[in-house]
């Protein structure tokens, strides 16, 4: 049953059931970003439960706010077969608790509370609420999951992973092969892991490319803006007055440099702020998005930047809001810890309302978030990973018709592309799929806090985490010593890194591993249990929420330097020489199709040879913009057009209307050479008219007010038809104004005369 599914969706359904009627445990979907994995996999278990006698079904995902909204997807589906909803005829349940829901027939789960549930633990809420991507690259093998009575393997058939991705089947492998269901991956950014965990059963493929040919996502352009400071870092000179702010309360002090501060690109917004590199990267943004990346808009079209941490995410916002100046509504910052609104009601703002134009994130609106109007995707922070990378710049390739994107953008034609504003470089970076912690210092406090509260012992990050709080330790006053005694029964931050140096040092695995096992030469093995063990004491304490937090707290509170001495500039701002590469293609191909078909196409035909008193009529040219915009050209006037302007900036004027077919004269007009400049029809109609009117005026013949109302109604019905004859005074606006007898009462006999000169003159 087909309807309401893309034929992707329906196929991937069906080979879907092909699969598990094979007896295949387990099945593999590639659907790129955007082209509706979610809804099908609902589809295909809403057909399970209902036709192949599934009794339970897992769907797992990586974080809470994507659970909500799976949830939604199955309260939303509208069964082909019967009146009801998925939820009014089967259960489902959104597991918040350590308890399954006996009587629910789908249960949405993260995986890390369902990691949790196994092992028996409390799972700390915090720890569902953030994506699992950048867990990964901290977790070299995953904790142990053992047998739990309460939860048998066989309790659910079938299991799907939506929007799944190495960690899945790294990290979290030891939870999907606990149940004996079959498994289900659905993913945009498949690798080798992926592949080999699924037995390389791919049922589906269905990538990006694709995708943008059937008209399911669009496509992207990459723009760039490179700066000085944000290539290389800055010096300041000894002498100069810095500012030294706290990361949580973001207090600042004046002090003044004893020595000289040198800082490289790859310390900014970490430990030393720019405040002209952010403002310069935002200022050239200002400038260019209405000129050059959306040519011809007067509204920002709708923009999430990424930010490098919630600290970032603030520097951006202030700064955005003072170079556009248009109000506090224009730029919000949608994170975890935004502060008096909910998150889910800020992206649900952003989607739905034409304020905020601009929101700012750091990872909360990188996966799975479904943003239809967002038309630019900012980068200002550098993403190594290439599957996270797909998937925040994901947010940008979904399509929406132009009613409702209208309805949020309200000068915006039709959603053809986004573009991806890139101010790191992440667009050139080889990506892998995985990152060793050694070679990555910069994860995050609280990532490798995380990785430690769910379960993980491995040597790099206890030697991490140390690292990290010896140096907290000794930027620490009294208080903030007092505030950590006061949650692990009088042991200090010192004491606690101690205590993990030790439980890492392999003399003392060793011996641990000769007093648990009664040997004097103990195996790998047991040396290895020990060394767990060890470790496990050493991080009890950090399992505790509280002591996380008040360590990350103390942590954030932790100076950072504003350098508001250095001066940024722009070292280059514009399209990436792949979109040129692309646009002078389309330019290409559209003048070659003109060529060839001088001689077919009435329209082209008349344009290119210019016959004497032949004039283009209306269904000539609409048939000509009809035929382009079907395959194999599926070309639209709009996007012909900004090729055009990203080639030939200075030629070309306003933007190409989908709205109006006339556009597609200018446009052929331009490509023959026939015309300097490229400019809407509605512009070139309106030139002429002016003149015109002033040729009848300095040869004495002036209009009253009331026949200039209706020249200009004359005026606005070639632009948009190409010509006026007798008949089109018989609809709006000249019917309901008195029609042919107004007209001819105005002008007499001299109204066919100028009806036929301008139609000549305004169409020429």
Known sequence: HSEGLWPAQFTAIGNLEKSLAADRPRSLVQMATGSGKTFTSVSFIYRQLKFAGARRVLFLVDRANLGRQTLKEFQQ???????????????????????????????????????????????????????????????????????????????????????????IYNLWRQVLEYFDGYLVGLTATPNKQTFGFFNQNLVMEYPHEQAVADGVNVNYDVYSIRTKITQAGSTVEAGHFVDHR???????????????LTYEASQLDRDVVAVDQIRTVVRTFRDKVLTEIFPGRTWVPKTLIFAKDDSHAEDIVRIVRDEFGKGNDFCQKITYRTTGRKPEELIAEFRTSPM????????????????????????MRMIRSRSFFEQMKGRGVRVINDTDLQSVTPDAIAKTHFVVVDVVGVCE???????????????????????????????????????????????????????????????????????????????????????????????????????IKLIQQAVKPLCEPRLREKILDLHRKADQIIDTVSADEVIEAGFDAEALEKARGLVQSFEQFITDNKDEITAIQILYSRPYRQRLKYDEIKSLAEMIEKPPYL???????????????????????????????????????QEPVLEPFEEHVHERFAVWIAKQEASGKGFSDEQRWWLERIRDHVIASLEIGRDDFEFTPFKENGGIGKVYQLFGEELWGMLEELNEVLAA
């Open 77 to 167: 589906y509208q069964s082909p077969y019967t009146p009801y909803k998925f939820t009014e005829e089967y259960i489902v349940n959104h597991l918040q608790g350590s308890r399954l829901d006996s009587t629910a027939r789908v249960c949405i789960c993260t995986i890390q509370r369902l990691y949790s549930i196994l092992r028996g633990e409390e799972l700390a809420p915090e720890l569902e609420e953030e994506s699992l991507f950048d867990q990964t690259s901290i977790f070299k093998e995953p904790p142990p999951v053992i047998y739990n009575p309460a939860i048998p393997p066989e309790t659910f058939d079938l299991i799907v992973t939506d929007e799944c991705h190495r960690s």
């Open 246 to 260: 706290e990361r949580e309360t973001r207090k600042v002090r004046w002090e003044q440099l004893d020595e000289e």
């Open 356 to 379: 905020p134009r601009i929101a700012v994130t750091v990872d909360m609106i990188a996966t799975g978030t479904d943003i239809k109007p967002l038309e630019c995707v900012f980068f």
């Open 429 to 531: 970076l080889d990506k892998t799929d995985s990152r060793p912690l050694e070679k990555k210092p910069t994860v995050s406090l609280e990532k490798l806090l995380q990785a430690v509260a769910l379960g993980n012992t491995e040597s790099e990050v206890i030697s991490s985490i140390a690292g990290r709080f010896a140096r907290l330790e000794k930027k620490l006053d009294q208080a903030g010593k007092a505030e950590i005694e006061k949650l692990t029964d009088g042991k200090g931050l010192k004491e606690l890194t101690s205590d993990l140096i030790a439980s890492i040092d392999p003399e003392r695995q060793i011996e641990q591993a000769r007093a648990d096992f009664c040997v004097s030469d103990p195996t790998v093995e047991q040396i290895k249990q020990a060394g």
């Open 635 to 673: 070309w639209r006037i709009d996007r012909l057009w900004d090729a055009y302007a990203a080639l030939e900036t200075s030629k070309v004027k306003g933007v190409g209307s989908r709205r109006l077919w006339t556009d597609i004269v200018s446009l052929v007009r331009f490509a023959l050479h």
